[in-house]
């Protein structure tokens, strides 16, 4: 089974090709608008050295919680991408792709940070023994401060987003990537699979209110 | 030839499906859980296009009875618009054309709304003058052929449209405004108050609305809100005619004075009875033919978009995978 993996949750621009579970590849870029610009020229480099994309039969995509408009780029690729040939999109959480790829270094308990805005993040601590479930991850969702008063640097924190904070010292910047987006999706294909509908959504998580919102009328 | 159009710029999804100049279907879902805030928040736009996309696009394959693989463009507008909602469209388009090895066709939305009108009027031929009128676009264009316009007068402050919704809001009618300032408009009195007209001196093709909504803002706080409301068709349609009159005496004369002997009317404000019905009768005093989109191209939809993806495809104007989504995108910065 050949899986694509793209993650664009972050500003790093990731996509990955597995085959019968074994990472093949793995083409990223890092910077502002590479999403929306060049996810498809990656996804054909990807695709040129080794496969076409009829021997493709899944494409996973990292669902969030992340930069709305990165995880909407990514979602909405990988749906028209499924959809030529009616391929199953299958959402991998990205805390979950971050963990699999801070595994390959950190050999401890950790705890994963993924910046929402202003001094907002996303966190989870990883146990060591434990691997983050692939359908039911316990997000917290809160200032620096308070996600430094929950951990007291107990454990290292691992970051794609520059966090700026006189407590939170990230041990080191890392990225969720598409070739672990494709490695996860191999390795839960029937959990994943069951979740792939045509109205999936990214995993906004903190929920959308409309506040102090001013109507402007937009051009069209 | 056929061609996939996809529409996400603002709060409709839409996708259509042409066979040469004809629309086989153009589905167009309407985001109504904007009303309840008086214009359209762009992040819940994007989530809804998110969602119903997939679904509408294998809809309108089932409906017009299409395969995939017999369509042979995917047209997507990239712009103008709001940039979350134009990404959803527009990467899904590039996902999509990847997968089949098919061109992608990326759409400006203001040229769409032109095309619009080739969809009803297939006899309809080059050179035309055309009055622009939407939401975010007032504009008096000079269309020598496609892909070639020259702007000779525009809003230097609110769009047309823009002037209907605000005045919608001044008035406690909802949104959107135009089709309900129109509606009231109707049963209401056009001589009830006279509103100001804005005339532009340095260039007299140029339109100003900013101070009609003053005035009425004003007006509706002289006289307070329990008057305004008893009156509000008689204000709808003194309004409005304020916003007709700029609009048919600029456009007229641009067109007896440029000598042009076609008028074409685009964008949503093209939906407008009045605005129909005057422009109609006046042009027929001095001889020029009036053409105008049915209501349902007037709004925004797919077809118009696939039918503008054909005359690219046609002129092998095909785009890379790499082209962005411009939410600022006009007719002049295009090319």
Redesign the interface.
Known sequence: MNIVGIDTSTNNCSVGLVCNGRIVDRIARIGR?MA??????L??ELLKKSIT?EEIDAIAVSIGPGS??GL??????????????KLPVLPVPTMAVLESVARQTIDSDMVLMIKSHRDLAYHVCCRKEHPLSIDSIDIGYDIFSDIHQRYQNQHPYISPSEIVDADIKPVETLYPEGDHVAWLAHQHYQVLLSQSV??L??L?LSE?E?KN?K?????? | MKILGIETSCDETSVAVLDDKTVLVNLVSSQLMHQQYGGVVPELASREHMRILDSLVTEALDKSQVELTDIDGIAVTRGPGLMGALLVGLSFAKGLAFATEKPLLGVNHVEGHIMANFLDHPELDYPFLCLLVSGGHTQIIFVKDFHDYTILGRSIDDAAGEAFDKAARILNLGYPGGPIVDRLARIGKPEFYHFPRANIKDNPTNFSFSGLKTALLYLVRQKGSEWAEKHKNDLCASYQEAIMDVLVTNTIETAIQRECRKLVLAGGVAANSRLRSRISEISMQYGISVYFPSLEYCTDNAAMISRTGRELYIRQLFSSSSISAVPNLTLENDF
């Open positions: 608008s929306s610009e060049q996810l498809i020229s996804i054909d994309m709305y408009t909407r780029i990514g979602l909405s690729t990988a749906k028209g991408l499924a959809f030529a040939r045509p109205d959504e990214p906004y959308f409309v919102w109507p402007k009328t937009e051009s069209g």
